[in-house]
């Protein structure tokens, strides 16, 4: 993740512990020895979801999976996960709110002393669930957006989705529960960001994801329908001028994007010629931050206990928590794509490997450099910096 509103206006967000810390253990310069890290963990609780997203990772379905987890192995599961001491357990899917025992898991996993945010299309939320949600205690409720009114329901497949999740995050908001709207960006709705920026502020949502597309389930099959290079820049500059200004204002949001580190780099380099100084500060929190943390500081597991290096890998298994604690599985160094990515520079190839800017991006999302590829250490086709911007000109 890139936090605009840090890295332009100094703003602080709940997460930027983990974000913007010198423990992190992914970067070999402020890494504790020997420790293995505690990763960001996205539990995809179920499979089923009442939506049908164009870019749904999950592939998710209508029905739930023969294998999902039950509320015992749960239950058993989420004890792993606290006795080693993830940071943040996500409940994602398909759609959590389908699942029948979700408030009790939620329930247990914050006796448990973990840290709760739940992934959800808000269609589901009515008074009751943003009751219970509040009652647990969820850290945040992240809501999807993909466009404003039609535009979202063309990209969620169902007349109505948008109304629905507006109700949703309203419900969230006067119980005072903290709301991040997501957004992933593509040809279809790029266009939307001001009208989210003006939703977000009228709303008083409190913060706001603009997610790359990860080329990853459906989601592999909207890859001739990601932005282009030239969009992708005028979006980040879009991004740029809306955070600044919402700041300037007086209505300060959290603002990241997601899924590309290359914005980091665009980000420093454009302010490199408008303001040095403060391309200097962004430079130092970019370093620290290290770039793409697939497989070290984000993992996921996904119905069935499978667990894999972050929510895009479903067709990679590092494990399965029926068989070994969570844990136990994340601590294996021995594990081929595991140890890869967390030792990563010296195995990247094309312009990754060449790119000077390589400690603050760490070679961004190798997903997409497979699904174009066929190679995880290829170049991420979806970098929009030139040959020149990463200093790689013969």
């Known amino acids: 993740m890139i936090s605009f509103s840090r890295l332009l206006c100094d703003a602080l967000g709940p997460m930027d512990n ?39 990772y ?10 999902e987890m039950d509320t015992a192995t749960a239950r058993q599961f989420i004890s792993g996960v606290a006795e080693f001491s993830v940071p943040v357990l996500m409940f994602s899917g398909g759609e959590p709110l389908l699942r029948k025992d979700l408030f009790e898991l ?18 589901l939320i009515t008074d009751e669930a943003a009751r219970k949600i509040s009652e647990i205690g969820f850290a945040e409720i992240g809501i999807s957006l993909d466009g404003i009114g039609e535009k979202n329901d063309y990209f969620r497949g169902r007349n109505g989705a948008y109304d629905d999740a507006l109700r949703g995050i309203r419900r969230c908001l006067e ?33 706001v994801c603009f997610y790359h597309l990860a080329y ?12 282009s290079y030239a969009d ?20 300060p949001k959290e603002v990241l994007t997601v899924a590309n580190h290359a914005d980091g780099i665009y980000l420093y380099l454009k302010l490199k010629e408008q303001d040095p100084d403060r391309a200097e500060k962004v430079l130092a929190l970019l370093e620290t931050n290290g770039g793409n943390n697939s497989g070290q500081m984000i993992s996921a597991v996904d119905d069935l206990g499978n667990v894999h290096p972050d929510q895009f890998w479903w067709h990679y298994t590092l494990g399965n928590v029926k ?26 190839k094309g312009r990754c490997a060449r790119c000077q800017y390589l400690g603050i991006c760490n070679g961004n999302l190798r997903i997409r450099a497979e699904a174009v590829f066929g190679d995880v250490w290829a170049e991420d086709p979806a970098c929009y910096l030139t040959d020149k911007e990463i200093g790689i000109c013969s």
């Open 18 to 56: 983990l974000r913007y810390s010198h423990s992190r253990a992914h970067n070999p310069a402020t890494a504790e020895p020997n420790r293995v890290p505690r990763p960001v963990l996205v539990w995809n609780c179920t499979r089923q979801c009442n939506l049908g997203c164009m870019h749904c």
């Open 58 to 67: 999950a592939s998710a379905d209508t029905t739930r999976s023969a294998g």
């Open 106 to 123: 939620a329930s247990f996993a914050k006796e448990e002393g973990l840290r709760l945010v739940i992934s959800t299309n808000g269609t």
């Open 175 to 207: 119980r005072g529960i903290r709301v991040s709207l997501r957004l992933t960006m593509t040809h279809f709705n790029h266009q939307e960001i001001p009208s989210i920026f003006r939703l977000v502020e009228e709303e008083g949502i409190n913060r």
């Open 216 to 227: 990853a389930g459906r989601g592999d099959r909207l890859q001739k329908e990601d932005i």
């Open 232 to 251: 992708t820049r005028a979006v980040i500059d879009t991004i740029y001028r809306e955070t600044i200004d919402i700041y300037q204002r007086g209505h």
């Open 323 to 348: 068989d070994r604690k969570f844990g136990d599985i994340w601590s294996d160094n021995s594990e081929p794509l595991l140890r890869g990515l967390r030792d990563r520079k010296q195995l990247l």
